[in-house]
């Protein structure tokens, strides 16, 4: 079982960045595929990025392409989006996800 805490949303300007965390606890993180996605106000849930196990493999949506950033340490059980360049239809809440488990989401909102 794993439980998936993300923080680190908050409140930035066009062009700014934040970098988001999921922190993991439970044996099984370091075992699968970590994935990040986000909702914004009256969408639905979207794919922003996953990262393998191992951290050998990275998917990045086309969307956030050559701004956002995904990483890992196994050795920490935490994981990392890293959102520079942010626009405001990067608003949404964010959520970590593995698995069947999901994170309870971090806001993010971008605005002047």
């Known amino acids: 079982q794993v439980q998936l805490v993300e923080s680190g949303g908050g409140f930035v300007q066009p062009g700014g960045s934040l970098r988001l965390s999921c922190a993991a606890s439970?044996?099984?993180?370091?075992?699968?595929?970590l994935n990040w996605y986000r909702q914004a106000p009256g969408k639905e849930r979207d794919f922003v990025a996953s990262i393998s196990a191992g951290g050998g493999h990275v998917d990045v949506a086309d969307s956030v392409k050559g701004r956002f950033t995904i990483s890992r340490d196994n050795s920490k059980h935490v994981g990392w989006l890293q959102m520079n360049s942010l626009k405001p239809e990067d608003t949404a809440v964010y959520y970590c996800n593995q698995g069947a488990w999901w994170g309870k989401g971090t806001l993010v909102t971008v605005s002047s």
């Open positions: 439970g044996l099984a993180f370091i075992d699968r595929t």
